[in-house]
């Protein structure tokens, strides 16, 4: 029984390396990607270029991503993934809307801390419109996942029209409304934590969007 | 006077006859258009072969839209003037969420009136994906109308950041709610009205989005 315990551990040591690895691996690739078109646009920019930046053949860019726009758009299938294990561990009976925004509370933390990454990668969707299906697409895709989780917690199915699907849209929505604030903001030493600009917008969806002067 | 008065009538006739004569024509490239484009693709469908079945040139066509695409696409433009007037024509006082309402519900009844329009209208969409960068550029444009006419509300500049540009995003995201749930009832008799659905979807935004179970 030692031994096995030992050998697990071993294994579980492996592991940990080798998802650190991918990590580091897809984070390059990801860099490379958007450091290339930020500078080149997109139609100047090959599969085989961000491959080269980050130090690996394009046969192991494919293992992480289909296409450049994807290497591009990054993180949102993560995201969708992290948003639903926020939900999901949330403490039962707390009211979905504060679900909602303590998930995307969450992910919010995550652009903070790397908000010059997130508002370079913003220039770079504005500049390249092509890259607006595939946007949509990883917007769609991280709606679904909430709608499937807020579905869950109410007891609906994953697919769920009625209140999962404008719970989750909503949400959505505030956090989209945040971002454009938040990027909007260019003083350096005065921009505004995403945080808190989630927690006013979340503030006012759960008072049901009162008139400000009302407040 | 009398004469001035009679020459005056006269001209809204002439004018009001134009306006019909242009809205008539307008009207029937957008059902050309889409008819069109839901039998043979987006692709297989020239500004040419829209203008023919309307029954007028090429040269006249251009006179309404730009492209093809927008010929499909069609309402929006008028569709965010609509909204705009609503809101503007609601009564002072009332709260900016039940505003929204008012202006949506009025949109909604001129969906419902053309159920099956609209339908095809969004099965088009579905099919040619290459409509979807116009058909989100006019619903940026709904969205920023709705945003201005909300900022005009509260006193705020026409692209205020904060409580206009959430309120407004958020109108239009349960609009769309509300729209794919009308969408996916394919029932003929039991299809719902989508100012019912509506009603439903600000009734929760109201209340600041409450569990359903806790209703």
């Known amino acids: 029984m030692g031994g096995v315990k030992v050998r697990n551990l071993a294994g579980a040591a492996d592991l ?30 090959t599969v085989e270029d961000i491959s080269q930046a980050a130090d690996v053949s394009s046969r192991t860019f494919f293992n992480y991503f289909s ?19 926020s939900m999901a561990a ?15 509370r969450a992910e919010a933390g995550r652009l903070q801390r790397r908000r ?13 419109p092509s890259l607006l299906p595939h946007l949509l697409a990883n917007g769609a895709e991280v709606e679904r996942s909430v709608q499937a989780a807020v579905a869950a917690r109410v007891g609906d199915g994953p697919g769920a029209l009625g209140y999962p699907m404008l719970a989750a849209a909503v949400a959505c929505t ?42």
Chains 1, 2 share one sequence.
């Open 116 to 128: 010059e990454w997130w508002l370079l990668k913003m220039r770079v969707f504005e500049r390249n």
């Open 16 to 45: 940990g390396r080798r998802d650190r690895k991918k990590h580091e691996t897809r984070a390059a690739l990801e860099r490379a990607a958007l450091d290339l078109v930020a500078e080149h646009g997109l139609g100047g920019v």
């Open 174 to 215: 505030a956090f989209r409304c945040a971002v454009v604030r938040w990027a909007a903001e260019t003083g350096d030493a005065g921009a505004p934590d995403l945080r808190d600009l989630l927690d006013e917008a979340f503030d006012a969806l759960a008072a049901g969007l009162p008139d400000p002067s009302s407040e």
């Open 90 to 104: 949330a403490p039962p009976g707390l009211p979905v809307v504060e679900v909602l925004r303590l998930a995307l």
């Open 67 to 85: 296409c450049k726009e994807e290497a591009i758009i990054g993180g949102p299938p993560v995201m969708a993934a992290e948003i639903a294990d």
